[in-house]
């Protein structure tokens, strides 16, 4: 089994319920189950976008917004999500979010991004920008259409996010 970053949007007010079942169960299950509709498998593209980012000259503020959006933050309290047996990130480091604000910010920065024009930068030969970039195997479509795929849908899981005013929590799974 592949570990892939995962991503949820969550209201804060599914977060506080996460946590008072978590206090409340003599085992700290939350009773962690986001729908389905709100959920994101990102699959191993967060290195491979911000490496993209860095070789084509994205600006750092652009490509704090595009570490941020896939690394999330420390600031919410997501402790009960990393308790054994009903840690959500068996495999990776503990869970991280962002909040409402942090969610908006970063929407706003990753519409401003142009991927289309940072993945041209790149070798023309896709084995060439695979190395470039650090993709270890292949990827269906070869690593621009992969890139572009999941840059595509981080930008609108972002959007939608900030649309709804919600919270976004990752993990890696």
């Known amino acids: 089994m592949a570990v892939t970053q995962q991503f949820a949007r969550i209201p804060e007010g599914y977060l506080a319920a996460c946590r008072q079942s978590a206090a409340a169960s003599p085992d700290g299950d939350p009773h962690w ?5 709100d959920m994101l498998d990102l699959d191993w593209a967060p290195a491979l976008l911000e490496r993209v980012g860095e070789v084509a000259g994205l600006g750092e503020v652009h490509l704090d917004a595009l570490r ?3 690394d999330g933050d420390t600031a919410l309290d997501l402790s009960f999500l990393d308790t054994h047996p009903y840690a ?3 495999f990776g480091g503990a869970p991280t979010g962002l909040d409402v604000s ?3 910010r970063v929407s706003e920065l990753l519409g401003q991004i142009d991927m ?5 930068a790149l070798p023309a030969d896709d084995s060439d920008a695979a190395s470039l970039i650090g993709q270890v195997g292949s990827v269906t479509g070869g690593p621009r259409a992969y890139l572009l ?3 595509n849908a981080l930008r609108g ?8 005013h919600l919270h976004i929590v990752l993990w890696w799974d």
């Open 33 to 37: 189950d986001p729908p389905a509709c």
């Open 68 to 70: 941020m959006a896939t």
């Open 88 to 90: 959500v990130a068996p």
């Open 102 to 104: 942090q969610v908006a």
């Open 116 to 120: 289309p024009a940072l993945l041209a």
């Open 149 to 151: 795929e999941h840059f």
């Open 157 to 164: 899981f972002y959007a939608d996010a900030a649309r709804r």
